[in-house]
């Protein structure tokens, strides 16, 4: 079977039940968004929303896809402090809203985010990692494919997009 680095990638995406277990591990520890760059989201920013998504598509190849995300989303208030979120407040906030509306444990996390580092979008979770008092999630922004080139590279067939 032939993948690209990049598809290889897409099928490893963070679900919610996984992010929201590292979280709830790291009780206490300072909670830090930040991209490939070293640029992390200002201390002191809020979750203001959690959104439960579904998504029904059809590509070029003419095949229907469906699936469900998990999308947190990050602000920063003009007057924001210099305290980072703490990863038990974030699972607080996340369990309230599961308590309220349907979301799913299996669906990709993405983060939506944007400020004068990081260009308004929804973010892929690429890996989370502990420190010391710390807990880093590692911001990917997103890419587009041809699903179904994709699908052609992986059974060696002609594509309709070749």
């Known amino acids: 079977m032939l993948l690209s680095a990049d598809l290889a990638r897409d099928f490893q995406h963070m679900k919610t039940r996984e992010f929201i277990g590292k979280l709830r591990a790291a009780q206490g520890k300072r909670l830090i968004f930040a991209n ?19 998504f029904d598509t059809v ?26 979120m703490k990863a038990d407040k974030f699972v607080r906030i996340y ?27 929804l973010y892929r979770v690429d890996s989370i990692s502990a420190g010391k008092g ?8 997103p890419g587009t494919t041809c699903k179904a080139r994709d699908r052609a590279v992986d059974s060696n067939v002609e594509s309709c997009c070749a």
């Open 36 to 54: 490939s760059d070293g640029d992390a989201v200002h201390p002191g920013y809020h979750l203001t929303e959690i959104k439960a998504a579904l």
């Open 59 to 84: 590509d070029c190849g003419g095949q229907v896809n469906r699936w469900p995300e998990t999308i947190f989303q990050l602000w920063v208030p003009e007057n924001a402090g210099d305290e980072d």
């Open 95 to 121: 369990e309230k809203v599961r308590a309220s509306i349907p979301l799913d444990e299996k669906a990709e996390v993405r983060i939506e985010y944007g400020d004068e580092n990081f260009f308004p979008s």
């Open 134 to 141: 710390m807990l880093r999630v590692l911001l990917r922004p």
